[in-house]
């Protein structure tokens, strides 16, 4: 049985992924991003590089590539893991059907 | 989005000699081109920043262009076919169809575009066995078989047309029957239209169109096609196969034989030889396979079967837009011609670096005063890479990755543009692994400025533009160097390497044919000095095709990282008839070559090495010279360190010389850096580099009996730390004083 994600349970990496969207992570992030990861209809979130090292996106690659890409036109982002913040959102959201109403940097 | 796009007919050129670059403008009229020398690729403001000369040429200036476009898909085309339409004839067939189910897959066609006339024969309607005849005068009807056919099972197809009754016998019959599965079909019956006699040349797995391109393609195996006057039974085509009636015989297409080549054998009295267009894929096994021989070179009859693709793609044939030839005073080095079709915005990029090297004189005689350095350039990597886009088609790449995968214009552009075809890690678009690589196609990922979605957080870089930082590095500390490529190496062997005291080697050489493999390994053992400068190195053994320049050949056999893997007894290469697969498992491991062999692969973040066991030993002085770090490479554009994407270690059961010191080896690494499939046997439940101390880079020098050296750096990312602090840095002063050392003649000792 694939892990269930638990709100109350996983709660408490929502700070570490903050801190550090990409690097090493502690296995229970680890986890939680295995899963988060992992879209089961085969859609895949992407980051859009509009200008190196300035400005991103994001898209949506659908599961047949002979359907076009769907490129946000925002939130614009001026980092990497500014997008890849907003993507954790979406996805916590969408699994625990909580919100997490917290700023990428305080 | 890309506006621009091109590729160069070669990778290396030769003073004196001529380069052509061919180009799609997909805005306006015309380009601008200049000739660069390409000096640092990468753009992160961490970094130094782009770094191009100009090269005044004479192709500088505006040049008129337009779009060009791929027709890609192989099939068989045989010139000189009587009109099939004139008599009554029995086309006999073994299929293995991938795809079944896309409609319009052509087996055999020959047919006008231009008049609607002839006779296709295909698979339509989910995969019945069809066949479509047109008479030329605007009737055009198609028949077929009652039920579709299944994926991936063998398929003894017979279609007999007798065009003065317009009549037409179909049957398709699987191999290995199934209970409660109904796959046979045939039809018998009358077509509403008669087939127009056609004077054109016969295809097989694709069909003309009215545009001048071959479409309609089949992707699948093919296997024994035959033609035969007259009609024939489908019960008898086992006997027709192995005894056919001679005066029948139209055309009777062998397969198995000339593998290696581009063309298909006729073995009937017509010697109508078929010609291979854009490399489908050989020596694979026919629907007689039985397992009881694994090579075809030793049974070529159980290997009949040629496997086609849709999107297979040999030369993308683009018209010349412009071309150089290249000065004899042009120093040796990586150049590329930057070509621009108006200014880059967040929505489109429109200009591009097609990147190529100058290397020396192509005469021996001509090559005097060469600089002790030379500059071993990883084309075969680089064409085996070549459009990697694994990040369109594996869904588990952002796992894989730690982090979002990011497309750029370059990416985008692959994206709608399947047609350029991947590289040999992707798969076809029927799921079979992609053997095959040419660089006569536009390559985007090597090219400057093209950062990758695989080359670590930071600057994103992966190959050809990870080996821009050791280029600005040699360019920074003066380094006076000439440049070979992977293919030179092929092609002139020992000879070239033989007028240079010291090979450095790119970021990650992993492609290596066995006459490179046997080169290096003869100028090592002859003195050489070679400064492996990456990881992953000579992991897999490729073949080049014999008669067509500029593509090669993997077969992912056995073991080892593989994102497909080839089907059992598949294992061979169709080129040489070589067993395929790493060279670890073909008893040649890297550490044979370089000291050190692959260990272990992360993509997210990178780490630093610690002084390791030898790093006192007097033998290494000369490499710590200045350095009393007690921590190495801490810093870098490639995920923040000098240990990072894909490691290696001294493993001396594996081949490492016993006499290879440990200078160094990394650690802290992240989870996500893991053990590679050919470290374990039992899966360890402790893989990561957080938890498995095998994880880990060793920084490695040994003297060679000969007076020569290796030394190695075991990471991809360490030519990513060069440059930090205004290359002021242990990483930096390493590799030179290794360099140094390695320039001097005085041999090491033995």
């Known amino acids: ?50 200008r190196p090292f300035a400005e991103w996106v994001l898209g949506h690659m659908p599961p047949n590539r002979a359907d076009p890409i769907q490129i946000e036109d925002g939130p614009v982002f001026t980092s990497r893991e500014e997008a890849e913040w907003e993507v954790f959102r979406r996805r916590w959201r969408a699994h625990t059907g909580e919100d997490i109403n917290l700023p990428f940097r305080d | 989005m890309l506006r621009i796009i091109g590729y160069p007919d070669r990778y290396s050129v030769a003073p004196g000699e001529t380069i052509a670059f061919k180009l799609s403008v997909e805005e306006g009229d015309g380009f601008d081109a200049r000739l660069v020398r390409v000096v ?3 753009c992160n403001p961490e970094g130094p920043g782009l770094k191009f000369v100009h090269v005044p040429s004479a192709v500088d200036g505006r040049h008129p262009g337009g779009r060009q476009r791929i027709d890609a898909g192989s099939f068989m085309v045989v010139d ?12 006999f067939a073994m299929i293995w169809p991938t795809r079944p189910t896309v409609a319009d897959q052509t087996m055999l066609a020959q047919w006008d575009p231009q008049r609607q006339a002839g006779i296709r024969i295909a698979l339509s309607d989910g995969g019945r066995l069809s066949v479509t005849l047109g008479d030329g005068a605007g009737a055009v009807a198609t028949v077929a078989a009652n039920r579709p056919m299944l994926e991936r099972q063998w398929y003894s197809l017979r279609v007999a047309i007798d065009p ?55 992707d699948g195996k093919i296997d024994g096609p035959m033609l035969l006057a007259g009609i024939y039974p489908a019960e008898e085509h086992h006997a027709l196969l192995r005894d056919p009636p001679d005066a029948a015989i139209i055309a009777r297409w062998d397969f198995a034989q000339e593998i290696p080549g581009t063309s298909a054998v006729d073995t009937g009295p017509g010697g109508h030889h078929g010609r291979l267009v854009h490399l489908p894929a050989r020596g694979m096994k026919g629907w007689n396979w039985t397992g009881e021989e694994h090579s075809w070179t030793r049974k070529p009859e159980h290997y009949g079967a040629i496997h086609f693709h849709s999107d297979d793609l040999y030369d993308a044939g683009w018209e010349t837009s412009v071309a150089l030839t290249i000065p004899a005073d042009l120093r040796s080095g990586p150049y590329a011609l930057h070509v621009s079709c108006g200014e880059s915005d967040e929505t489109a990029t429109r200009e591009d670096y097609l990147a190529f090297f100058v290397r020396p004189p192509r005469s021996s005689a001509q090559r005097k005063n060469r600089p002790p350095v030379l500059l071993l ?16 088609t594996a869904r588990l790449a952002e796992r894989q990755m730690g982090r979002l995968l990011t497309f750029g214009h370059a990416d985008l552009w692959m994206y709608d543009h399947p047609e350029v075809c991947a590289s040999l890690y992707d798969s076809h678009i029927d799921g079979s692994g992609i053997c095959y690589s040419s660089r006569l196609r536009p390559n985007l990922n090597m090219s400057p400025r093209y950062h990758s979605w695989l080359g670590g957080h930071g600057s994103g870089l992966y190959q050809y533009n990870a080996d821009t930082h050791l280029f600005d590095w040699l360019d920074h500390r003066g380094v006076d160097y000439d440049v070979i490529t992977d293919e030179d190496l092929h092609e002139e062997g020992i000879e070239l390497l033989k007028d240079y005291r010291v090979v450095i080697t790119g970021t990650h050489p992993e492609y290596h044919s066995t006459p490179m493999w046997d080169a290096m390994k003869a100028w090592i053992d002859g003195g050489g000095r070679l400064m492996y400068m990456g990881g992953n190195g000579w992991y897999w053994r490729i073949a080049f095709h014999r008669e067509l320049p500029g593509v090669i050949e993997v077969r992912r056999a056995e073991d080892g990282i593989r994102t497909w893997a080839a089907e059992p007894g598949e294992y061979h290469h169709s080129f040489t008839g070589e067993y395929g697969g790493i060279w670890r498992r073909i008893g040649r491991a890297p550490n044979v070559i370089c000291g050190v062999g692959f260990i272990a692969q992360g993509f997210d973040v990178s780490s630093y090495y610690r002084r390791g066991p030898d790093a006192d030993n007097p033998r290494a002085a000369f490499i710590f010279e200045g350095v009393r770090d007690e921590i190495i490479g801490d810093f870098g554009l490639i995920g923040g360190g000098a240990a990072g994407i894909e490691l290696d270690c001294i493993t001396t059961s594996l081949g490492s010389p016993p006499n290879m010191l440990r200078l160094a080896s990394s650690e802290a690494h992240s989870p996500m850096m893991l053990l590679v499939n050919e470290e374990f046997g039992v899966v360890p439940p402790n893989l990561g580099g957080d938890q498995n101390e095998r994880v880990r880079a060793d920084l490695a020098f040994g003297e060679t009996p000969a007076g020569g050296a290796l030394f190695a750096t075991a990471s991809i990312a360490w030519c990513g730390s060069l440059s930090h602090n205004n290359y002021e840095n242990n990483v930096s002063r390493l590799t030179w004083n290794v360099l140094k050392r390695f320039i001097d003649p005085t041999p090491f000792a033995v």
């Open chain 1, 1 to 50: 049985m694939v892990y269930k994600i638990e709100a109350q349970a996983d709660r408490q990496y929502i700070e570490e992924f903050r801190r550090k969207p990409i690097g090493v992570h502690s296995p229970g992030l680890q986890r939680l991003l295995n899963i988060l990861r992992h879209d089961p209809g085969g859609s895949q979130v992407i980051l859009v590089c509009r």
């Open chain 2, 40 to 42: 640092h690729g990468d």
């Open chain 2, 80 to 91: 000189g076919m009587p009109a099939l339409a004139k008599g009554a004839f029995t086309f």
């Open chain 2, 164 to 218: 003065a009754r317009r009549r037409v016998l179909l049957d398709q019959r699987p191999l290995q029957p199934y209970a409660q599965t109904a796959d046979a079909g045939s039809f018998s019956g009358v077509a509403a239209a008669l087939p127009g006699a056609v004077d054109g040349p016969v295809y097989l797995a694709g069909s003309p169109e009215a545009d001048g391109s071959v479409g309609r393609h089949f």
């Open chain 2, 377 to 392: 350039a990883p084309t075969c990597s680089y064409m085996a890479y070549a459009n990697h886009a694994e990040h369109i």
